[in-house]
Every structure is written in structure tokens, then in C-alpha cells.
């Protein structure tokens, strides 16, 4: 049980906890939410005990470990087995221990105590976590200082998972991950044996891998059972009710005021004036709960181009012999929103710089519309910035004939704000760097948006706006994240990346996260097929979308065919000085022809697939 009693603590005169109290039965899973900066990492430090409290106190079980991921795993030439090993101490000493102990009785005792601790198992549960994140078994025997400071992350993270903390402190876990190591680990906490303290901006995590959410806000803590789409309801209702009542005291003051402002210097009506003075005395105010603002983006809007806007004819990609990716035929249209699916060394990112530009075929043919343009965000972009500059110093190198005001409002159009705008990328939040680089990624308008891992250091807010965004945006858009709710709400393509091909997925996320969990095993015969679950509201909603998406594709694709068949009904195009410019709004047609083909088809099996969610619904 972890017990937090009246604790407060201050930083630098500004206090983040005020007289809190919270209690964690043993073996709870909890996820710490809140808006950035509330001090939900200062929480962690102050429960590891590396800082100190003003009031309260903190209390375990007595020689309960506690346990988290450290910053950087050293660059060492252990290899990544061994590194995760030797994590867990008392299975290290007890092993160096019984290589010297002579005693009959001592040697007896290690060895009981190594069997109780299945020691012998060590190295196999060692392998799966490492493999689970992402791990190929070579790898595994690699040293630690063959790999760059994200992937030694993952080390630590499987090194602190392997020993098995009673209570397990994660500070965004998933920000290290890709798609099927944040599946991977949500999987492994729902399961783990012990205490989980987890601070998270994943909803599917905090969904699936948690049952309480513990909530900081306001100075305070308050515990509410269930995910965070529950623990959203709970709140939503919480802060309607206290508006409300805030308001009726708001009210109920103005009234007591306004008779004290008329009244309490006439005589006959003094008295009643200070009892009503009085009464707003004693009135307690009722402040309603502090929201986080929605954040939103401001993507600007581009031209529309004829489709395809990019396409790929048995093309290669890769950096030496052998490629990396083959025989890649696929095409893009412009209201495309694509997620890019497939275990880590694939090639998703070499598929994304190769869309991108940043990467020329090795083979075959990339054809592209004349004025595409297109935008490409990846995380080590963040990092990139320049941080002795400010956010306006790096708009004004791009766009140095702007007036400031004008640089100033587009910053302010991704949350960006007058105060941020003038302060060093240095001393900006990772949130705010990470609109920076969305800003800087998006700001020539491009047809064609490339997102790998846009959501880490974006609250939950934050995501939320973005989802927004991409979804009014009018550009194509190629999605690599692990997010699984922006992927859902966002992408309505599948693309799998995997054995050196690029092929459309046929499945839905929920298929493609089922196989991955199953390690891609065949199901054992005779077994009976699980039940399918009923979709929830969500889901059904989310179907919907994609069925409006596909019939607005499907009317744009028929508007454009039929200005295309004006043009060509044109009996003065078949000149034979404009032969050539015939020829090339005959391909028009063909291609809007084949995409139109394209189109319906995704809209009568999005059609398919939500008559069947009703069904189930129902």
C-alpha cells in the first residue's frame, strides 16, 4: 500500500502540492494525469524519497522496493542481455555468491532462495521483455554502447520491468516506443504482479493497462476508479456541476450584495444589512476546477492538385545493397489519411523519407505532381532546434520578408504564445518544441504531411487538438505513431510495413493489435474463435467518420471526373496543336477514373463494417 498524508511541497515559491492525501491498495494499477507542469515528475522524486517534503509524510510497506526507469543507460560493452540481468541485485549477488560460499548450510540456502526466486527462468524472462520492446535476439547479445541514447532507454525501461519493483514508477514509458512496443507494454502492465504508478498522455495505455486514475489539479490528488475515458465522464460531469454551483453563488452574492449596497445605512434596515454582510462572510467561494484550454493547430490550407499527387512504380528504397524496401507499387491521392503499420527495422521511416524526398528510389519510378509540396515532422526533429534562438527567430529565417505581428499570429495558431514566442527553444517545455517543429513542418501549406511520432511531449489536450486538425486539414497525410486513438480517429488506410514490402492491411487496428499480441501465431485447431466484443460507442462513432470521409472522397472524385469530361467534350482540345495537351487530360481522366474506382470501393466496405458494428451493436 502506498499511503500519501497530507504532503505538501514548493518550488521556488510556487507550491504544486498543498496538503494532499491519497492511499494505493497493493497491486493497484494507476495512471498519474494532469496538465504539464502540475508536478506530477516532482510527485515521483518526492516518492523515491530525492526530495523533501514541507508537511505530510509518504509510507510503504516496510522493505517495499521501489523501482523506475533511470535516464541513460551507460554505453557500456555489456550486452543488452546481460545489462537487463543484473538489474534484478539480489539474483546477482546470490549467483556471485554461491561461485565462493563453502558452508553446506549457506550453499543449501542460496540455492533454496534461487529457486524461489526463479532464478534459472531469469534469462528466458530477460529475452521476452528485451523482445517485447523491440529486441531482435541478435540484438539482444549486442553491448549496450552499439545503440543511441533512445534505444539504451528501452534497456532501462526493460531492466526496471524485469526486476519487478513492488512498486513501479513510469514517467511516459511509450515516448521510447513505436506502435507495437507501446502494445507490447500496455499488455505487460495490465498483467504485472505488483504496484504500477504510471504518468501517461496514452489514453489506449490508460485505458487498458490501468484501473484507477489518479488525478493532480489544483494542488490537489484525487483517486477515480476505472480508465480515463471513464475517469473523462466522471470528470466532465464533476466540472459541470461545479460551474453550476459556482454560478448559483455567484448569484446568491450579487443579490446579498446589492441589498448591503441599498440598505445598511438606513436605519430601519441596518440590521438586516449586516446579517446579509455577514452571510457573505461566511459564504466559502466555490471555484471552479482550472480546465485545460484546448490548444488547438492552425494547419494551413493547400491547393488542390489532381490525383494521384504521388505515385510509386516497382520502386526501391534503402541506403546500400540490398534495399531495404522493394517492388513498391502504391499511390497517394490527396485527401489519403494513411497510418503506417509494422515492427520496428521494417522500414516505416525509410518509407517515410522516401515519400518525403529526403530519400531517392534505388529503383523504379517516383512520380509526383508538379507543384507537390510536402511536409515531413519526425521527433529527432525537436531536438534539431536551434536553442539559443527563439521560436520568432525561426520563423523569421523562413519567412524573412514578414512583418513580426503576422509571424507572431502563426505562431499563436499552434499555441505558441506572445511570451513563448520571445523565450530561447532552450527553456521551452518538450510540448512546446514539439509545435514548434509542427509549425516549421507545415507552415508552406504542404499537399503531402508526414507525421512519424508527432505525439510525444503533446498532452492529452494537445493530441486531442491535433486530431482535430488533421482531420479539417485537406491534405494527404502519412501517419507513424504509437498513439493508437489518433491512429483511430485520423488514419482511414493501413499500410504494412514488413518482409521488405509495402501492402495494404485488410484488417482494422484492433485485427492488427490482436496479431500482435498473439506473436503472429495461427490459432491451435479445435480451438473456438473468441467471441467478438461488442463495439462501443467510440468505435461506432469512429466508423461513421470513415464513412462520411469516404462518400465526401467519393463526390469530390466525381466532381473532379466530371470537369475533367467538360474539358474533354471540348471539340477545340483535339487540335493538333494541342495534341499533347489532350493526351494529358485523357491520363487526367484515367487516373480520376481509377481513383474514383478506388474510392467507392473503400466506401462500400467502410459501409460494411459499420452495418456490421450496428448489428452487433444492437
Known sequence: MLRLDDISFAIGGRRLIDHASVTIPQGHKVGLVGRNGTGKTT??????????????????????????????????????????????????????????????ARIAEI????????????????????????????????????????????????????SQPDLLLLDEPTNYLDLEGALWLESYLARYPHTVLVISHDREL?????????????????LYQGGYDTFARTRAAKVAAAQAEAKKQEARRAHLQSYVDRFRYKADKAKQAQARLKALARMQPITPPQEAALRAFSFPEPEELSPPILRLEEAAAGYDAPPVLSRL?????????????????EGKSTLAKLLSGRLDPMAGRLHHAARLRVGYFAQHQVDELRVADTPLDHLRRLRPDTPPPKLRARLGGFGIGADQADTPVGSLSGGQKAR?????????????????????????????????????????VILVSHDMHLLRLVADRLWLV???????YEGDLESYRQMLLAGDAPARPGKPAP?????????????????????????????????????????????DARHEEAAEWQKKYAEVMAGLDRAEGLWMAALERLEAADGQAG
Open 43 to 104: 510527485l515521483f522524486r518526492l516518492i523515491r524519497g530525492e526530495l523533501a517534503l514541507e508537511t505530510g509524510q509518504i509510507t510503504l510497506p516496510p522493505r517495499a522496493r521501489i523501482g523506475g526507469v533511470d535516464q541513460e543507460v551507460p554505453g557500456s560493452q555489456e550486452s543488452l542481455l546481460d545489462t537487463v540481468l543484473k538489474a534484478d541485485r539480489e539474483r546477482a549477488d546470490l549467483l556471485a555468491e554461491s561461485e565462493t560460499a563453502t558452508d553446506a
Open 111 to 162: 540455492q533454496t532462495r534461487l529457486a524461489d526466486i526463479d532464478a534459472w527462468s531469469a534469462e528466458a524472462r530477460a529475452a521476452a521483455i528485451l523482445k517485447g520492446l523491440g529486441f531482435t535476439d541478435a540484438e539482444q547479445r549486442m553491448p549496450c554502447a552499439a545503440f543511441s541514447g533512445g534505444w539504451r532507454m528501452r534497456v532501462a525501461l526493460a531492466a526496471v520491468l524485469f
Open 206 to 222: 490508460l485505458n487498458r493497462a490501468v484501473g484507477h486514475i489518479l488525478h493532480l489539479e489544483d494542488r490537489k490528488l484525487t
Open 329 to 345: 507499387d502504391l499511390r497517394i491521392d490527396q485527401d489519403d489519411r494513411i497510418a503506417l503499420l509494422g515492427r520496428n527495422g
Open 436 to 476: 514548434l517543429s509542427l509549425m516549421l513542418a507545415t507552415l508552406d501549406a504542404p499537399h503531402l504531411l508526414i507525421l512519424d511520432e508527432p505525439t510525444n511531449h503533446l498532452d492529452i489536450e494537445s493530441r486531442e487538438a491535433l486530431v482535430e486538425a488533421l482531420t479539417a486539414y485537406s491534405g494527404a
Open 498 to 504: 514488413k518482409d521488405g514490402r509495402v501492402r495494404p
Open 531 to 575: 467471441k467478438p466484443r461488442r463495439p462501443g460507442r467510440e468505435q461506432i462513432l469512429a466508423l461513421r467518420q470513415e464513412v462520411k470521409k469516404c462518400e465526401e472522397r467519393v463526390e469530390k472524385l466525381n466532381e473532379m471526373r466530371d470537369r475533367i469530361a467538360a474539358k474533354l467534350a471540348d471539340p477545340a482540345l483535339y487540335d
